[in-house]
């Protein structure tokens, strides 16, 4: 299970990775440059929390329809409270419009609200 500090790790080491592609193919003139690269590697985070059991991958899939192949990951943690989960979304591929609209269509379910600690 990723920690806070283990998947921020992970999105700055995929951002400097994509810059440095980015840079290089700048650099020789190719198609491709910096911003493109970076945008490919944008990777946005929704963490929630829910009532316990309330939400599942295979929930999570119904609510986001053709757009559930950009989870990427999809953690459950007991919450603060003993009937609670907190719940960690990784997408992929996805702009910060994209990952906006995710998280409104998750918010649609009963009882789930966005953890106001990521905020």
């Known amino acids: 299970m990723l920690t806070d500090w283990e998947m921020c790790i992970r999105l700055l080491l995929a951002a400097l990775l994509g810059s440095l592609i980015g840079l290089e193919r700048e650099r020789l003139l190719w198609a491709a440059g910096l911003r493109t690269h970076m945008h490919r590697v944008q990777v946005h985070v929704i963490k929630l929390i829910a ?69």
């Open 51 to 119: 009532p316990s059991q309330t939400l599942s991958l295979k929930k999570v899939n119904e609510v986001m329809g053709n757009r559930a192949g950009k989870v990427r990951q999809f953690i459950v943690e007991k919450g603060n409270r003993d009937d609670t989960d907190s719940i960690t979304i990784e997408l992929k591929r996805t702009s910060g419009a994209q990952a906006k609209q995710i998280l409104e269509q998750l918010l649609t379910i009963d009882g789930v609200q966005e953890d106001a600690s990521s905020q």
